[in-house]
RNA sequence: GUGUCCGUAGCUUAGUGGAUAGAGCGUUGGCCUCCGGAGCCGAAAGCAAGGGUUCGAUUCCCUCCGGACACGCCA
């Protein structure tokens, strides 16, 4: 369906042609100055310049040609060349009626559908998920549903690490804590067992003491063990090398952390199609680099091989990127780029979203161009990388606990949880079981609210008081919305009345509801941008907009009591309506709503 | 050092080459015979500083101050 201000706008640009200027001058938008009109067009300005007339004399003449036009209810030109225009609340409501008949809800659907792939989450096995994490899941979640509303077909990968030296760590740590496991026995010939020697909080504590134990702990006074690091390097080489007594290790600690991340992001309502890793792309490196050296693209430089990346309209030059370590080992950019090579041949996807810290920005630029420069995506494919900035404490540092810690996702969510049960307690009376698994709802959505409607890019301040709160623009606020007009329309049928499938809005001259009816016919012109932008922040502010704009109504009209019957049929239309906008929008910010709060 | 990003009200933050920079919290003044007052209506308060381009700059360019981050064998 088109947009408002587009059906607005061709009324503007067929008044430009009409006087023999360029159509394109007829841009609509919604008007910064609400006291003085709904829209305006600034096209005379623009044309000022290019025809070398005065704008206040193409306005004029602009407005001349089309303000006899049934859409509008009146328009005139303003000095130096600004259009006003208000425009007839039986247009605006014809627009509405076809938004709430469409089961699009007015957004337009993709011509040309993409195959996307968002790589988001970059969870790594054996650590637990802490608030570092949140972001991208948060963020990735809400791109991904985003994108496939706007009518792609959306992968969404959460790419584990799963390979790295980390793995070697863990595995020599547990050969040290348990060395009689047949795992660990060269003479063992049997098959390996099918349980896993260890559940999740075991191993969850191996990472850490033997992180520590390798790099040592110069706060504590503890000094790196050498010996230990050397193992661990060597068992990483081993398990690399597809060694059956550390495959078997590795693949009992991969499902067993894979079944705890799971729990987790699903606490997230977070959810991926696929649960690759790092490990995944091993086997196409070798003939992956073999084409690199061959077709040659990869040079050796100081031991290493790498790849030039450095473009001649850099502010800065941008280094090699390596993509084979001296010692011949793999690393990021390598195994990144193996992981292209398989996603081409699965799913040659026409567009890559990656969602990561904004600190690897430089990685992700070498990466693309590795990726486009040696041909392994083709050279149309979009690759886009969206660095979010850190979420940070009221202190203006990076968030800690307490303690000083890094804080694990669960307490952060046990925590916001407990903020929105406390909150809810206050109030009414409700039953404990059931105001916990409302806090849980809601408690979601303090949290996502939170982070996305914060640019992405920028760094941003969590304050879970501020987010959590009823009030203002939070996540709570806009569930408080939702949940409000459930409650009229639970009202509204137990005193008889039907949700009708016709929808008719009456047009109307109360500044309340044309202002609902104005905000509500952005939707689709609003989820445009979003997409256009990868920016959820956009939703965010506009359902706050929205939720203010239904508020603003409700507070001076009076819905269910009103007696006209067709009038009454026009309210409960509008807020179906509303309802409908919100929790679509919420729905892509990745939440929802309760029944009650 | 080089480069990237960011400085908007007391705090947290939107936004745009165009008219009077938009909100939330906090502060403050009103509104409950009414569908959920977890609400609504008001008030005070802001583009770090200085130049330039432009008819017009908070937005684009330069300088400068302040902050975050990155800068080949970690991921």
């Known amino acids: 369906m088109k947009?408002?201000?587009?059906?607005?706008?061709?009324?503007?640009?067929?008044?430009?042609?009409?006087?023999?200027?360029?159509?394109?001058?007829?841009?609509?938008?919604?008007s910064n100055r609400p006291d003085l009109c709904e829209y305006q067009c600034n096209?005379?300005?623009?044309?000022?310049?290019?025809?070398?007339?005065?704008?206040?004399?193409?306005?004029?003449?602009?407005?001349?040609a089309i303000k006899d036009h049934p859409a509008l209810e009146r328009i005139e030109a303003i000095n130096p060349g600004f259009?006003?225009?208000?425009?007839?609340?039986?247009?605006?409501?014809?627009?509405?009626?076809?938004?709430?008949?469409?089961?699009?809800?007015?957004?337009?659907?993709?011509?040309?559908?993409?195959?996307?792939?968002?790589?988001?989450?970059?969870?790594?096995?054996?650590?637990?998920?802490?608030?570092?994490?949140?972001?991208?899941?948060?963020?990735?979640?809400?791109?991904?549903?985003i994108i496939a509303k706007a009518g792609h077909r959306v992968i969404g990968d959460?790419?584990?690490?799963?390979?790295?030296?980390?793995?070697?760590?863990?595995?020599?740590?547990?050969?040290?804590?348990?060395?009689?496991?047949?795992?660990?026995?060269?003479n063992f010939t049997g098959e390996y067992p099918k349980e896993s020697p260890f559940t999740i909080s075991e191993l969850e504590t191996i990472y850490?003491?033997?992180?520590?134990?390798?790099?040592?702990?110069?706060k504590n006074g503890v000094e790196a063990d050498v010996e230990f690091a050397n193992r661990a390097?060597?068992?990483?080489?081993?398990?690399?090398?597809?060694?059956?007594?550390?495959t078997a290790l590795w693949k009992h600690i991969l499902s067993v952390s894979l079944a705890d991340l799971k729990k987790n992001y699903d606490n997230l309502d977070v959810h991926f199609d696929l649960w690759k890793g790092e490990s995944d792309a091993q086997k196409y490196i070798p003939d992956m680099i073999e084409k690199f050296e061959k077709d040659g693209f990869a040079y050796e430089s100081q031991g290493a091989l790498v790849i030039d990346v450095a473009e001649e309209s850099d502010?800065?030059?941008?280094?090699?990127?390596?993509?084979?370590?001296?010692?011949?080992?793999?690393?990021?950019?390598?195994?990144?780029?193996?992981?292209?090579?398989e996603r081409e041949k699965d799913y040659h996807p026409d567009w890559y979203v990656y969602l990561a810290d904004k600190r690897q920005a430089l990685h992700y630029t070498q990466f693309f161009r590795v990726a486009k420069k040696t041909g392994i995506v083709p050279a149309d494919a979009r690759l886009d990388y969206i660095g979010f900035g850190t979420m940070n404490g009221k202190d203006g540092g990076p968030f800690k606990t307490r303690e000083g810690g890094v804080m694990r996702l669960e307490q952060l969510i046990r925590e916001i949880n407990e903020a929105v049960y406390q909150r809810i307690m206050e109030g009414r009376e409700v039953s404990e079981e059931e105001a916990r698994a409302t806090a849980k709802v809601i408690g979601l959505a303090a949290l996502k609210y939170g982070d996305l409607s914060n640019q992405a890019t920028k760094d941003y301040i969590f304050d879970i008081d501020r987010f959590a709160s009823f009030e203002g623009n939070t996540g709570p606020y806009i569930l408080y919305t939702?949940?409000?007009?459930?409650?009229?329309?639970?009202?509204?049928?137990?005193?008889?009345?039907?949700?009708?499938?016709?929808?008719?809005?009456?047009?109307?001259?109360?500044?309340?509801?044309?202002?609902?009816?104005?905000?509500?016919?952005?939707?689709?012109?609003?989820?445009?941008?979003?997409?256009?932008?990868?920016?959820?922040?956009?939703?965010?502010?506009?359902?706050?907009?929205?939720?203010?704009?239904?508020?603003?109504?409700?507070?001076?009209?009076?819905?269910?009591?009103?007696?006209?019957?067709?009038?009454?049929?026009?309210?409960?239309?509008?807020?179906v309506l509303t309802k409908r906008v919100l929790e679509e929008n919420i729905e892509l910010l990745g939440f929802s709503a309760p029944e009650k709060m």
């Not at 030296?165 to 040290?176: A, K, T, V």
């Open 158 to 186: 959460v790419h584990l690490g799963d390979w790295g030296l980390q793995m070697g760590l863990i595995i020599e740590q547990f050969h040290d804590e348990n060395p009689d496991l047949p795992y660990f026995d060269p």
């Open 233 to 246: 390097h060597q068992a990483t080489v081993r398990l690399q090398s597809g060694d059956p007594s550390y």
């Open 43 to 64: 096209g005379a300005m623009a044309a000022a310049k290019a025809y070398k007339k005065a704008p206040i004399a193409i306005a004029s003449a602009v407005v001349e």
């Open 482 to 575: 939702i949940v409000r007009i459930k409650s009229i329309l639970a009202k509204y049928a137990e005193q008889g009345g039907q949700v009708s499938e016709v929808t008719t809005l009456l047009p109307s001259t109360s500044e309340s509801i044309k202002n609902l009816y104005r905000v509500l016919s952005r939707y689709n012109e609003v989820f445009e941008s979003a997409v256009n932008e990868i920016a959820p922040h956009k939703l965010c502010q506009y359902i706050f907009e929205l939720s203010n704009a239904f508020n603003g109504f409700y507070h001076e009209t009076k819905i269910l009591a009103e007696e006209d019957e067709k009038v009454r049929a026009s309210y409960i239309a509008l807020i």
């Open 315 to 341: 502010s800065k030059e941008i280094p090699p990127c390596i993509v084979r370590k001296s010692d011949g080992g793999a690393l990021y950019a390598t195994s990144d780029l193996g992981t292209l090579v």
């Open 3 to 30: 947009k408002f201000l587009s059906e607005l706008s061709q009324i503007l640009e067929e008044g430009f042609r009409a006087c023999g200027y360029d159509a394109s001058y007829g841009k609509v938008n919604v």
């Open 83 to 145: 259009i006003n225009i208000q425009v007839k609340s039986e247009f605006l409501v014809e627009y509405l009626m076809k938004m709430a008949k469409d089961p699009e809800c007015g957004i337009e659907k993709a011509k040309d559908p993409m195959t996307v792939i968002v790589d988001y989450g970059g969870a790594n096995v054996a650590k637990p998920l802490h608030i570092g994490h949140l972001r991208s899941a948060v963020i990735g979640e809400s791109v991904k549903r």
């Open 208 to 218: 850490p003491k033997a992180s520590k134990r390798a790099k040592g702990d110069p």
